[in-house]
């Protein structure tokens, strides 16, 4: 053999080689995705961004606080609570005006 045939057969060898061992490589770091567990990101106060653990409130308005800015005033809630409280109690209290007889 000759320089040229020994070189030519070398590099013929090595990306067959390298080609499985980059599959394999692949295959072990979709194994290891797939064992470990996925993180859950951490719930967050809406107005100090602090950590939330078990307890989580939610307001109307539709955001999540932590105890100490769970008050409407608190975060300044644009939800409207007053309408809210007028048509609740029409509802629970309807007028009565043909039920009662003079007499």
Known sequence: MNQFEET???ET???VK?????EESV???????ETKPKKIPKQKCYECNAKLKLIIFTCK???IFCHKHLGAHSHNCPYDYKNEKKKQIEENNPKIESKMERI
Do not use: F, G, Q, Y
Request: aromatic fraction near 0%.
């Open 8 to 10: 030519n057969s070398l």
């Open 13 to 15: 060898k090595s990306p």
């Open 18 to 22: 390298e080609e499985k061992s980059v």
């Open 27 to 33: 295959a072990k770091e979709l194994e290891e995705k």
């Open 61 to 63: 308005c539709n955001h």
